[in-house]
């Protein structure tokens, strides 16, 4: 059984749209990430939350916004949509701040 | 911001060869280096961290950690068909932030 879900795994979006991607995780962890991978960058750290807090913040644009409605949930919410937005992105996590990192099998955005 | 350079870009090698990968990392303070698999259309995977100057073995991998060089290098000996992936080294700093490079893509031929 999948310890990691993320939906949907493929995203189609216009330019200026707003999208949720979502991220469960089953494996009882207290850390929480996000993580984006683009065609032509290397896996880039977003956010990470620990207890349902942010503890760190990567991103830039406030068009990105985590949200964490239960202790196991991270969904992520992108506002105003651009094409260079379009990439695979990675929830993960980790029993705390710290530790082994688990990823889940990635949202592929793409925005039109 | 860590910057983390990995060569080579690609590697080719015979099944049963030794697959030598290099990680070259610019934070010398960098609490531990993880070495990551990542399978075409899934989540990368934890290998095997390293925390101190030296090696460490885990079956048929080794890491090399020299922190005086910035480099770190995974060994995998035996290589199966199976191994073919991509490998990440990343890097990660005292705040639990992890740095990846852009990866070596290995092809283990049967």
């Known amino acids: 059984d999948p310890k990691i879900i993320q939906k949907p795994k493929y995203l189609v979006a216009v330019t200026g749209s707003e999208k949720i991607l979502i991220c469960e995780q089953y494996l009882g962890h207290n850390a929480m990430y996000w993580y984006r991978q683009s065609a032509k960058k290397p896996l880039e750290f977003m956010f990470s939350y620990s207890y349902q807090k942010l503890m760190d913040n990567q991103t830039a644009s406030s068009r990105f916004q985590p949200q964490s409605s239960k202790k196991n949930h991270l969904d992520l919410q992108i506002t105003a949509l651009k094409p260079d937005d379009s990439a695979t992105y990675f929830c993960?996590?980790?029993?705390?701040?710290?530790?082994?990192?688990?990823f889940g099998p990635g949202t592929r955005l793409t925005v039109l | 911001q860590e910057k983390v350079q990995q060569s080579p870009e690609s590697l080719i090698v015979p099944e049963g060869a030794m697959s030598s990968l290099n990680c070259t990392f610019s934070n010398s303070a960098s609490q531990s280096i993880w070495w990551y698999q990542q399978h075409p259309g899934k989540g990368p995977e934890a290998l095997i961290?390293?925390?101190?100057?030296g090696n460490k073995k885990e079956g048929r991998l080794t890491v090399y950690l020299n922190r005086a060089s910035l480099h770190v290098s995974l060994h995998i000996r035996d290589s199966q068909p199976s191994d073919s992936a991509v490998y990440l080294c990343?890097?990660?700093?005292?705040?639990?932030?992890?740095?990846f490079g852009d990866g070596t893509q290995l092809v283990v031929k049967p």
């Open positions: 990343a890097p990660r700093n005292s705040n639990n932030r992890i740095f």
């Open positions: 961290s390293i925390f101190s100057n």
């Open positions: 993960a996590s980790s029993q705390e701040t710290g530790g082994e990192q688990y």
